[in-house]
């Protein structure tokens, strides 16, 4: 006779039940637990959760344990459309409402979940309190409600949607409902702010570590940006990357720049047509590209779980910011790299961004000085030599134990670090000082590198002792060392329309000898490959797993849903890694749930036992 089990442990052994026969996952990760036991008891909760934490997860497991139908608020129809198919790929049965469907749709729709017939329904917030919605879901007796990218409700956090403030509403239709809300960066300020907006009722607060262990971080100085970012995408060619530009030209250029070198890539910005946004978008879900070279508008709707490197071709105006567009990077919990190349200049850019009024609104001097704030905290993290790793931690208050994280640039031994330059300050102060503090970057650069110039000879600056005084430099280095030193204070920008170079009382002192100028060295070491790196291709057959891939993109192509939906690269390395013959070798891997095993088995294991009777009989692995 079995022994009997306490309601717990029947809900702990149902849930694990739920999230084999769906996802194929034998356990959970932390704190999924706590959030689904707060989903399944009907209490308010706030979750945060690293990107590829798993939240996503916590609020898809309680309604089809308890076997009702929930609501998730969802900002962005692309990313409603691919949770939407991931699940019903997995089984999983799942709707969504958005204006991007046709009538017919709606209704179809609205008649399934009318009739019980899907645990999630996905809408966004402005949908979400329309009366037809209202009745349906007061029809359906809808008692949890979770809102997904909740910080987007705070006006602290950094992606604030006005349209977020009206899920304040929820509480007065709903009042025995439990509201869940959860994200993935949130600062504790923010979080409180999530309460509040959203009137949560003694809720479960459940805060994930925001140190994501499998990221790679490098900051580097700008230089030569295009063969920089060409050397990055070099070490992940045929694998999905983006490239984040600060602006819509600089996205548009990069792109250009990226396929003329014979890379897969393509622009992603606001000012596109949105069925050019789109086709972007689902070209690189389908892997038919493999780069996306994008301003911030390429965000939330990404749900690619294999981006294997993150670029910042420019710096991000705050970590908040940093911090979610990284994250973007192995959502599968496989080892991925992200780069950051940092200019002085980008902060003097965004100076000027945040002191101009956007659409004729009003400058708020507030909320200017605190973006100026977040920019100086994101400043301090691109300059300094600290762990980087323990450096994002300690910003959103989880202080890592200071040591050798072993991935990113400090820890690896990358960073050449600071280096005397006060001789080349003080050459550089001197013509700025013989310009009579009267001209920019560019044409003081000019002067010292001995241009020959229409200005230069106008105003007489070829006849200056400066002038050729760095001829020896590339003029690209001499501007990077003039927003450096701009960066280290010792030399000063206007904020006019056309900003000149000023000197300022630390400017006399490194000219009179009484002060020295510490800049970051330019050149740095080759990036080491990590050991996680290392690790995460041990006795993979790379030819397999390249296979795979071919064969998850004709799959997906089939069916009209993007590769990732299909399988994971995660499975996929386990299925390289192990060469299963049979279908029953294949229970046990991870992110093959009951529904993928009767429905991909056959073909996975014909695919693979064709692969190996053909292929050598040692295993490639990945060098």
């Not at 017919?104 to 917030?125: C, D, K, N, Q, W």
């Amino acid at each position: 006779m079995m022994p009997a089990m306490d309601g717990d442990d029947w809900r702990r052994d149902d849930v694990l039940a739920t999230v084999r026969r769906y996802w194929g996952f034998e356990g959970l990760r932390p704190l999924q637990e706590e959030a689904i036991r707060a989903g399944l008891e009907h209490r308010d909760s706030l979750v945060v959760l690293p990107t590829g934490g798993g939240k996503s997860l916590c609020y898809q497991v309680p309604p089809a344990v308890a076997r009702r139908t929930d609501v998730v608020v969802s900002p962005l129809i692309a990313l409603m459309k691919d949770q939407v198919d991931g699940l019903r790929a997995c089984g999983y049965p799942a709707a969504a409402l958005h204006g991007g469907m046709d009538p017919g749709s709606i209704r179809t729709a609205e008649r399934e979940i009318a009739a019980g017939r899907h645990h999630l329904v996905f809408v966004a917030p402005e949908r979400l309190l329309t009366p037809r919605f209202l009745e349906l879901a007061a029809r359906l007796g809808v008692a949890s409600f979770a809102i997904d990218e909740a910080h987007c409700i705070s006006q602290w956090g950094h992606d604030f949607r006005p349209e977020y403030r009206q899920l304040a509403g929820l509480r007065e239709n709903f009042p025995a409902a439990s509201l869940h809300a959860y994200t993935a960066t949130a600062t504790e300020r923010v979080r409180t702010d999530i309460v509040a907006q959203l009137r949560l009722a003694d809720p479960r607060v459940l805060v994930g570590s925001f140190d994501r262990p499998n990221l790679v971080y490098r900051v580097a100085p700008r230089s030569d940006l295009r063969a920089q970012v060409l050397d990055v995408l070099g070490r992940h060619r045929g694998e999905a990357a983006i490239v984040y530009c600060l602006s819509r030209r600089d996205a548009e250029e990069m792109a250009e720049r990226l396929s003329a070198q014979s890379l897969r890539a393509a622009h992603y910005h606001a000012g596109m047509e949105p069925g050019e946004r789109r086709r972007t978008q689902d070209r690189f879900a389908a892997e038919e590209i493999d780069v996306v070279a994008a301003t911030v508008a390429f965000g939330m709707g990404i749900d690619r779980s294999d981006v294997r490197c993150v670029v910042h071709a420019a710096t991000p105006k705050s970590i908040e910011h940093y911090q979610q567009e990284t994250g973007r990077a192995g959502r599968d919990g496989l080892p991925a790299e992200c780069v950051l190349f940092y200019s002085p200049a980008d902060v003097l850019r965004w100076h000027s961004l945040m002191e101009r009024a956007q659409d004729g609104a009003p400058i708020d001097p507030g909320a200017v000085q605190t973006a100026k704030r977040l920019l100086e905290e994101m400043r301090r993290f691109a300059t300094s030599a600290r762990c980087r790793h323990a450096a994002l931690s300690a910003y959103f208050g989880q202080p890592l134990a200071e040591r050798a994280c072993g991935a990113c640039d400090v820890c690896l031994g990358e960073v050449e670090g600071l280096v005397d330059a006060t001789v080349l300050a003080q050459k550089i102060l001197s013509c700025v000082a013989r310009t009579e503090q009267g001209f920019g970057i560019t044409h003081v650069a000019d002067v010292l590198v001995g241009a020959d110039s229409d200005a230069v000879r106008r105003w007489g600056h070829d006849r200056l002792s400066t002038h050729g005084l760095l001829r020896d430099l590339p003029r690209k280095t001499v501007v990077n060392v003039i927003y450096q030193m701009i960066d280290a204070g010792v030399l000063e920008r206007t904020t006019s329309d056309r900003p000149t170079l000023t000197l300022n009382a630390a400017s006399w002192e490194v000219m009179r000898g009484r002060r020295t100028v510490e800049l970051p060295e330019l050149r740095r070491r080759k990036a080491a490959k990590t050991r996680l790196e290392e690790s995460a291709w041990r006795d993979v057959d790379e030819g397999l797993f390249e296979s795979l891939r071919a064969l998850r993109r004709e799959i997906a192509a089939e069916r009209g849903v993007p590769a990732y939906v299909i399988l994971h690269d995660a499975t996929l390395r386990d299925l390289a890694r192990l060469r299963p013959g049979s279908v029953e070798r294949l229970r046990g891997v991870r992110g093959l749930g009951e529904k993928k095993l009767a429905d991909l088995g056959p073909r996975v294991i014909e695919h693979i036992v064709a692969y190996v009777s053909g292929a050598p009989g040692a295993p490639r692995h990945r060098g």
